[in-house]
């Protein structure tokens, strides 16, 4: 049973494939291979070309010393991703359902710009990686290639048809290849084993480096992740029992320690093969596509550039593919919008092609490289925003149950959010003093647009900070309607129909509709309306006066119905109309009697023949605030 049922009014995450993986194998191997899949696709974003973007100006700037970030980097994405996957498993909600559930509306729509800016920033990277990885393999301009990307959502939908496993698969096939591609880039590159591990050291390189190095962070603990990884853990079928969840909590635990580790290796082959090819050559990369070229005279073969090329593809191909299904758990969590998946997957992707073609006409590959590093450092910058709540929701026992964070996990969480805080303040600081610097004349102009939003967003801060401790009044004050209830539904309330309304259109639909209506109204004693619009000209201009022989067959076939109706003791009345649309009628006539349930029978038609033959069922869904049952003739689903 899906989580819809026991939360009534909520959809699940990601609906297309809520609940749709067993996990009730009896086999340990065969459970853990079950629940794997989920942290895969999280690592996928651990592993994009914004990463690559860091990794490679970290690794040629500073040579080694900055793979301590990486390693605390993937120490605190394991902590916070296991905190995000308790939250879908224990807590019933990703991230961004919990925000606007828990949060005023005020506070819940800026958290989703700012999420909606981090994504935006993150597909950047990705657009515009898989576009550098077309040119570099097969000489297509940038700007087309980025243009192409696009397509990629055709590939997300064809893929969704067949599930969440084969998803799961194909990016899986993709992080291998990156994999091997890195392994053979280090065995070609040679680096000293002593020089590596000396990078283990924790040290930073003034202003530079950390800027650099807040970028690793930010491209490493991506904020989206959070949301994203709350979600994909409900794809999987979990009972209801403590017992069921924490079996579920442990496995989604081995699965991220083994992506996330592993996301980690791949980011630190590159830091490493950049820091042994390029730092040891005093050449500072200001280009993916430098790295590419200069990798063939430094190596002496060309495979190392080839193996460069197709990893940084299939690392932009992949990371597009979550990159939507994480604005989508957005979109959905944070508006309650439900979208049609090929429209709202469309228009997350253009969110990311619309700028990166832009800067890709205006700027060419230097400034590409430069917003690569900026989309890293922004993503850093709305981590505290997701961390926060995160932290805030998990350690709750109203909302958790016996999976509330103990005191030395949170304890651990707060210590990486500080950690997060402290190092994006110092940015921000050394930001803003660079550009009032440079700024001249602009200074004042610099000032009054950038201090509004950086006090905003600090105060927006503390208070989700300090929001469980905050007077009532002021935590509340504006809160959506929808609250987190304290805890599951005992039971369903009885559902009762009095009356049951069937629109009827002489044709084999009514068969299967009337055969439900009759079955309801036997259970529960209802009385069913039948509702029939003639849609004859006759009919529409002289109306129940009209006599056409149509119409006299009309009243034949309602008598029939009504006659059987009655003989099986159900009370039921007939309305015809005359007005010649049949969901304008049927839209009129269920506003008017306000039946307890709608029964429609289907076409059984799609795409060109909805425009041909109409859309009734939809007009008349959208338009009415009535349950609606919408059946389909057996006999004519084989026959058609």
Known sequence: MSDTGRFPGRPPSLPEVHASVGTSQVSIWRRMFAFAGPAYLVSVGYMDPGNWATDLEGGARFGYQLLWVLVMSNLMAIVLQTLSARLGIAGQRDLAQACREAYPRPVSLTLWVLCEIAIAACDLAEVLGAAIGLNLLFGIPVLAGVLVTSLDI?????????GIRIIEGFVLSLIAVMAVCFLLEILLAKPSVAAVASGLIPRLGGHEGLYVAIGILGATVMPHNLYLHSALVQTRRIGAGDRE?????????????????????VNAAILVVAGAVFFEQRIRVTQIAQAYQMLTPLLGTTLAAVLFAVALLCSGQSSTMTGTMAGQIVMEGFLAIRMRPWLRRLLT????????????????????????????????????????????????????????????????????AAIIIALNARLVYLTLAEWLATAGAYRDLVMMLVEPVVIGLLVLLAWMIFEPWLPRWLRHKGRAAIAWPEAAPAGVRPLHYHTILVPLDHSERDRAAVAHAAALARAYRSRIYLLHVEEGVTSQIYGAEASTAEVEAGATYLGEILAGLRAQGIEVEVAVAHSGDPKTEIVRFAQQLKPDLLIMGAHGHKGLQDIVFGQTINTVRHAVDVPLLIVRDQGAAEES
């Open 349 to 416: 992707r253009g969110l990311a092609i619309v700028p990166a073609a832009i800067v890709v006409y205006l700027a060419g590959e230097h400034g590409m490289f430069r917003l690569l590093i900026l989309s890293q450092v922004i993503l850093s910058m709305q981590l505290p925003f997701a961390v926060v709540p995160l932290i805030h929701f998990t350690s709750d026992r109203r909302r958790m149950g016996a999976f509330a964070s103990r005191g030395w996990l949170q304890a651990l969480a707060w210590l990486i």
């Open 154 to 162: 055709l590939l997300l939908l064809w893929l969704t048809r067949f």
């Open 245 to 265: 969840k924490r079996s579920a909590c442990r496995f989604n635990l081995i699965d991220s320690l083994v992506a996330l580790n592993g996301a980690m290796l």
